[in-house]
Protein backbone atom coordinates (compact mmCIF):
# COMPACT_ATOMS: atom_id res chain seq x y z
CA UNK A 1 0.00 0.00 0.00
CA UNK A 2 1.54 3.44 -0.84
CA UNK A 3 2.72 5.46 1.98
CA UNK A 4 1.12 8.92 2.21
CA UNK A 5 3.04 11.99 1.54
CA UNK A 6 4.03 13.99 4.45
CA UNK A 7 2.50 16.97 5.34
CA UNK A 8 5.50 19.33 4.30
CA UNK A 9 5.60 17.47 1.04
CA UNK A 10 1.79 18.13 0.86
CA UNK A 11 2.42 21.75 1.58
CA UNK A 12 4.98 21.26 -0.58
CA UNK A 13 2.61 20.32 -3.91
CA UNK A 14 0.28 23.29 -2.88
CA UNK A 15 2.95 25.34 -3.14
CA UNK A 16 4.27 24.34 -6.29
CA UNK A 17 0.36 24.40 -7.51
CA UNK A 18 0.38 27.98 -6.68
CA UNK A 19 3.10 28.72 -8.49
CA UNK A 20 2.08 27.56 -11.81
CA UNK A 21 -1.27 29.35 -11.18
CA UNK A 22 0.25 32.41 -10.54
CA UNK A 23 3.02 32.08 -13.62
CA UNK A 24 -0.45 31.46 -15.78
CA UNK A 25 -2.15 34.37 -14.31
CA UNK A 26 1.07 36.99 -15.53
CA UNK A 27 1.26 35.38 -18.50
CA UNK A 28 -2.62 36.72 -19.16
CA UNK A 29 -1.51 40.01 -18.07
CA UNK A 30 -2.81 39.45 -14.21
CA UNK A 31 -1.68 39.25 -10.87
CA UNK A 32 -2.38 38.09 -7.77
CA UNK A 33 -1.01 41.50 -5.91
CA UNK A 34 -3.01 44.63 -4.91
CA UNK A 35 -3.14 48.13 -7.18
CA UNK A 36 -2.07 46.48 -10.37
CA UNK A 37 -4.80 46.80 -13.26
CA UNK A 38 -4.91 44.99 -16.41
CA UNK A 39 -2.12 46.02 -18.92
CA UNK A 40 -5.12 46.61 -21.11
CA UNK A 41 -5.98 49.49 -19.37
CA UNK A 42 -2.87 50.96 -18.44
CA UNK A 43 -1.70 51.37 -22.05
CA UNK A 44 -5.71 53.21 -22.55
CA UNK A 45 -4.86 56.92 -23.30
CA UNK A 46 -5.56 59.39 -20.14
CA UNK A 47 -8.93 62.22 -20.46
CA UNK A 48 -7.45 65.18 -21.68
CA UNK A 49 -7.58 66.92 -18.25
CA UNK A 50 -5.51 63.84 -16.46
CA UNK A 51 -2.92 64.41 -18.98
CA UNK A 52 -2.47 67.70 -18.10
CA UNK A 53 -2.79 67.43 -14.40
CA UNK A 54 -5.63 67.29 -11.73
CA UNK A 55 -5.49 71.15 -11.55
CA UNK A 56 -6.47 71.62 -15.05
CA UNK A 57 -9.72 69.49 -14.43
CA UNK A 58 -11.25 72.62 -12.05
CA UNK A 59 -13.36 74.76 -14.37
CA UNK A 60 -11.16 78.42 -15.66
CA UNK A 61 -12.55 81.74 -16.83
CA UNK A 62 -13.21 81.81 -20.39
CA UNK A 63 -10.71 84.82 -22.26
CA UNK A 64 -11.46 88.30 -22.62
CA UNK A 65 -13.35 89.03 -25.36
CA UNK A 66 -11.15 91.35 -27.50
CA UNK A 67 -12.44 94.58 -29.55
CA UNK A 68 -13.87 94.16 -33.09
CA UNK A 69 -11.13 94.76 -35.14
CA UNK A 70 -11.38 97.73 -38.26
CA UNK A 71 -13.59 96.96 -40.72
CA UNK A 72 -11.53 95.79 -43.94
CA UNK A 73 -8.83 94.74 -42.30
CA UNK A 74 -7.09 91.13 -42.11
CA UNK A 75 -7.37 90.59 -38.59
CA UNK A 76 -3.61 91.56 -38.08
CA UNK A 77 -4.36 94.85 -37.39
CA UNK A 78 -4.31 96.61 -34.06
CA UNK A 79 -8.20 96.19 -32.28
CA UNK A 80 -10.08 98.94 -33.37
CA UNK A 81 -9.89 102.03 -30.39
CA UNK A 82 -13.31 102.20 -28.18
CA UNK A 83 -14.77 105.38 -28.93
CA UNK A 84 -15.69 107.92 -25.95
CA UNK A 85 -19.55 108.05 -25.04
CA UNK A 86 -20.97 111.10 -26.05
CA UNK A 87 -21.81 114.00 -23.40
CA UNK A 88 -25.39 114.37 -22.59
CA UNK A 89 -25.39 118.15 -24.60
CA UNK A 90 -24.13 116.02 -28.31
CA UNK A 91 -27.77 113.87 -28.19
CA UNK A 92 -30.87 114.99 -29.49
CA UNK A 93 -33.41 113.56 -27.57
CA UNK A 94 -36.66 115.33 -28.02
CA UNK A 95 -37.70 116.67 -24.41
CA UNK A 96 -41.39 116.06 -23.72
CA UNK A 97 -42.58 118.89 -22.01
CA UNK A 98 -40.85 121.58 -24.25
CA UNK A 99 -41.09 122.46 -28.62
CA UNK A 100 -40.63 124.74 -30.58
CA UNK A 101 -43.99 124.94 -33.16
CA UNK A 102 -42.95 127.05 -36.07
CA UNK A 103 -46.23 127.59 -38.48
CA UNK A 104 -44.57 128.37 -42.23
CA UNK A 105 -48.27 129.53 -43.91
CA UNK A 106 -47.99 132.24 -40.97
CA UNK A 107 -44.75 133.26 -40.77
CA UNK A 108 -44.52 133.17 -36.70
CA UNK A 109 -42.57 130.49 -34.63
CA UNK A 110 -43.50 129.86 -30.61
CA UNK A 111 -41.89 127.92 -27.91
CA UNK A 112 -44.45 125.73 -25.74
CA UNK A 113 -43.13 125.02 -22.40
CA UNK A 114 -44.30 123.67 -19.07
CA UNK A 115 -47.38 124.83 -20.17
CA UNK A 116 -46.66 128.21 -20.95
CA UNK A 117 -46.46 129.78 -24.86
CA UNK A 118 -43.21 131.89 -25.74
CA UNK A 119 -44.01 134.32 -28.81
CA UNK A 120 -45.76 133.85 -30.89
CA UNK A 121 -42.71 135.84 -32.97
CA UNK A 122 -42.26 136.77 -36.53
CA UNK A 123 -39.96 134.98 -38.94
CA UNK A 124 -38.40 135.20 -42.55
CA UNK A 125 -38.16 131.28 -44.30
CA UNK A 126 -36.78 129.58 -47.18
CA UNK A 127 -37.29 130.93 -50.94
CA UNK A 128 -39.60 128.03 -52.78
CA UNK A 129 -36.26 127.03 -54.32
CA UNK A 130 -34.95 126.29 -51.09
CA UNK A 131 -37.55 125.62 -48.78
CA UNK A 132 -37.71 125.27 -45.42
CA UNK A 133 -38.42 121.33 -44.56
CA UNK A 134 -41.69 120.46 -42.56
CA UNK A 135 -41.60 117.86 -39.91
CA UNK A 136 -40.46 117.03 -36.59
CA UNK A 137 -37.07 117.44 -35.76
CA UNK A 138 -34.88 118.27 -32.41
CA UNK A 139 -32.30 120.51 -31.16
CA UNK A 140 -28.84 119.79 -32.80
CA UNK A 141 -26.52 122.12 -31.66
CA UNK A 142 -26.88 126.26 -30.44
CA UNK A 143 -24.09 128.06 -30.96
CA UNK A 144 -23.76 132.07 -29.60
CA UNK A 145 -21.88 133.98 -32.25
CA UNK A 146 -21.65 131.67 -34.94
CA UNK A 147 -19.49 131.91 -38.14
CA UNK A 148 -21.01 131.75 -41.42
CA UNK A 149 -19.36 129.45 -44.16
CA UNK A 150 -20.55 129.06 -47.97
CA UNK A 151 -20.88 125.08 -48.21
CA UNK A 152 -20.78 125.77 -51.92
CA UNK A 153 -17.79 127.93 -52.11
CA UNK A 154 -16.40 127.14 -48.68
CA UNK A 155 -15.91 130.95 -48.47
CA UNK A 156 -15.87 131.80 -44.22
CA UNK A 157 -17.64 135.07 -44.06
CA UNK A 158 -15.56 136.49 -40.67
CA UNK A 159 -18.16 138.69 -39.44
CA UNK A 160 -19.71 137.15 -36.20
CA UNK A 161 -22.03 138.78 -33.68
CA UNK A 162 -25.33 140.63 -34.15
CA UNK A 163 -24.01 141.81 -37.40
CA UNK A 164 -22.74 138.60 -38.86
CA UNK A 165 -24.84 137.00 -41.63
CA UNK A 166 -26.14 134.51 -38.89
CA UNK A 167 -26.77 136.90 -36.06
CA UNK A 168 -25.47 136.20 -32.84
CA UNK A 169 -27.57 132.81 -31.83
CA UNK A 170 -28.00 129.78 -33.78
CA UNK A 171 -30.39 127.03 -32.64
CA UNK A 172 -29.59 123.94 -35.46
CA UNK A 173 -32.17 121.04 -35.64
CA UNK A 174 -31.46 119.29 -39.03
CA UNK A 175 -28.69 118.64 -41.20
CA UNK A 176 -28.78 116.96 -44.80
CA UNK A 177 -24.94 116.50 -45.82
CA UNK A 178 -22.82 119.23 -45.48
CA UNK A 179 -26.20 121.21 -45.32
CA UNK A 180 -27.18 122.81 -41.80
CA UNK A 181 -30.36 123.96 -41.07
CA UNK A 182 -31.58 126.46 -38.08
CA UNK A 183 -33.15 128.98 -36.10
CA UNK A 184 -30.84 132.20 -35.92
CA UNK A 185 -30.83 135.99 -35.67
CA UNK A 186 -30.18 138.66 -39.22
CA UNK A 187 -28.65 141.97 -39.48
CA UNK A 188 -31.83 142.48 -41.86
CA UNK A 189 -34.39 142.36 -39.69
CA UNK A 190 -36.52 144.22 -42.73
CA UNK A 191 -37.12 140.70 -43.96
CA UNK A 192 -38.96 139.57 -40.54
CA UNK A 193 -40.96 141.87 -40.57
CA UNK A 194 -42.33 141.38 -44.37
CA UNK A 195 -42.22 137.15 -42.86
CA UNK A 196 -40.30 137.30 -46.47
CA UNK A 197 -39.76 134.06 -47.92
CA UNK A 198 -35.60 134.59 -49.16
CA UNK A 199 -33.43 132.19 -47.20
CA UNK A 200 -31.70 129.39 -48.13
CA UNK A 201 -33.80 127.31 -45.61
CA UNK A 202 -33.10 128.94 -42.54
CA UNK A 203 -35.25 130.18 -40.43
CA UNK A 204 -34.72 134.14 -39.13
CA UNK A 205 -35.73 136.03 -36.07
CA UNK A 206 -35.16 139.48 -34.85
CA UNK A 207 -32.13 139.17 -32.25
CA UNK A 208 -34.00 139.90 -29.29
CA UNK A 209 -36.94 137.17 -30.50
CA UNK A 210 -33.97 134.48 -30.97
CA UNK A 211 -31.77 135.59 -27.91
CA UNK A 212 -35.26 134.84 -25.86
CA UNK A 213 -35.75 131.39 -27.76
CA UNK A 214 -32.36 130.31 -27.15
CA UNK A 215 -32.31 130.84 -23.18
CA UNK A 216 -35.71 128.93 -23.25
CA UNK A 217 -34.86 125.72 -24.98
CA UNK A 218 -32.00 123.25 -24.84
CA UNK A 219 -30.76 120.36 -26.63
CA UNK A 220 -33.30 117.93 -27.63
CA UNK A 221 -36.11 120.15 -27.74
CA UNK A 222 -38.57 119.02 -29.84
CA UNK A 223 -39.03 121.43 -33.23
CA UNK A 224 -41.75 120.97 -35.36
CA UNK A 225 -42.29 122.55 -38.21
CA UNK A 226 -45.63 122.31 -40.65
CA UNK A 227 -46.99 124.41 -43.42
Excluded at 66 to 76: M, Q
Excluded at 151 to 169: A, H, I, S, W, Y
Excluded at 187 to 211: F, I, L, S, Y
Aim: glycine content about 10%; hydrophobic content about 35%.
Amino acid sequence: MPSQPSRPSRAGAKSSRLSAASSKLTALGLSLGLGMLPVQAQNKPAPAWEAVGASSAIPTAPPAVLPALVPGSTGTTQPEAIQPAPTPTAIAVPISNSRILLALGRREIRLERDGKIYGPWPVAIGDPKTPTPTGTFAVKNMVINPRYASTRTGKVNPTVGPNGPLGDRWIGFKTQGPDQFGIHGTPWPTWVDQRAAVTNGCVRMKHEHVRKLFDLVDIGTAVVITR
